[in-house]
């Protein structure tokens, strides 16, 4: 049986499937992929010939890995970018409610706080910090007096700088977060009676939290590589550490490389860390997911049939 086009012309029938069956299966070429992995190679072994010709003793470089001032300093980052983070998240939870209140002068307190200390740099941040004794000599509340270059220690300034300026990107990341959460659900708990403070902690922060997961842990591997900005006030993280001892052995290159392997080692943990909590908070929006594709695969094999 033939078929006419448009014009009238008579066509040549359309192949049934019995007819396709016996044709052979050519497999789809991607000459594109190919060529652009082999760019990729020789480029990676060409930048790994490049490193073990140069002029870098590796030896060094795994000598000063464990060594004593290096781990110190790795420890001291690790500690005050999980203060940060801390300080950062309870500030950003605050400021977001603050951001969300129908009371305008807690709202533009709240807007100006995201607007100050997310604009002005962080390394700027840290240096008004450390030298804050220049504008107030002392600090203190009532009869409480205390100088302020012995409360501003570099572990302080280090502190307020870091948790302060990630706590303005917290609070807009918190603020998505809760502003993603349908609205029926606040419906549903103001018609069981919940007070707007336990409906911002038993329905609403649960749900906000696989929104907000996956940005968070990003901001704290952020802050984990900006604490090495805090050797600029001397506080003792891995960078100044690294610092100190390849200023008496000129092994500056080697030192450096040694700082970038922990830092990528303390990154790659985060990550992981961060994989298994994201799939956590999104278990049930996972298994829906799962379900509807499911129900959907099943329809479409019924409308075949």
């Not at 991607?30 to 480029?43: F, N």
């Not at 490193?51 to 001032?69: D, K, N």
């Not at 704290?220 to 805090?230: D, V």
Request: charged fraction near 15%; hydrophobic fraction near 50%.
């Amino acid at each position: 049986m033939t078929s006419t086009d448009r014009g009238g012309t008579a066509t040549s029938p359309a192949p049934g499937p019995g007819q396709l069956a016996g044709l052979p299966r050519v497999p789809l070429r991607h000459h594109g992929r190919w060529i652009s992995a082999a760019l990729v190679i020789a480029l990676l072994a060409l930048l790994a010939r490049a490193f073990a010709q140069g002029s870098i003793e590796w030896p060094v470089v795994g000598r000063y890995l464990t060594a004593g001032a290096i781990l110190h300093g790795l420890g001291n980052t690790i500690v005050i970018t999980l203060c940060s983070m801390a300080l950062a998240i309870v500030l950003g939870v605050v400021v977001a409610v603050m951001r969300m209140s129908a009371n305008p002068v807690t709202r533009t307190v709240a807007f100006g706080y995201v607007w100050l200390f997310r604009g002005v740099p962080v390394l700027l941040q840290l240096l008004i910090w450390y030298n804050l004794a220049l504008v107030f000599p002392t600090i203190g509340f009532g009869s409480f007096q205390a100088r302020t270059i012995d409360v501003m220690t570099p572990f302080v300034a280090a502190l307020l700088g870091l948790g302060i300026n990630m706590s303005a990107y917290t609070a807009e990341l918190v603020r998505a977060g809760i502003l993603a959460v349908d609205r029926g659900q606040i419906e549903a708990a103001q018609a069981l009676s919940l007070t707007p403070g336990q409906i911002r902690r038993r329905v609403v922060l649960p749900q906000a939290m696989r929104v907000i997961v996956p940005p968070l842990g990003n901001e704290f591997i952020s802050t984990l590589k900006m604490s090495s900005l805090a050797a600029v006030i001397t506080y003792g993280e891995i960078l100044e550490s690294a610092e100190f001892i390849y200023y008496a052995n000129n092994r500056v290159i080697e030192l450096l490389i040694v700082a970038a392997t922990w830092y990528l080692v303390v990154v790659s943990v985060l990550s992981v860390i961060q994989h298994f909590v994201e799939r956590r908070f999104g278990r049930g929006f996972q298994h829906t997911t799962r379900r509807a594709a499911r129900a959907l695969a099943r329809r479409e094999k019924e409308n075949e049939a």
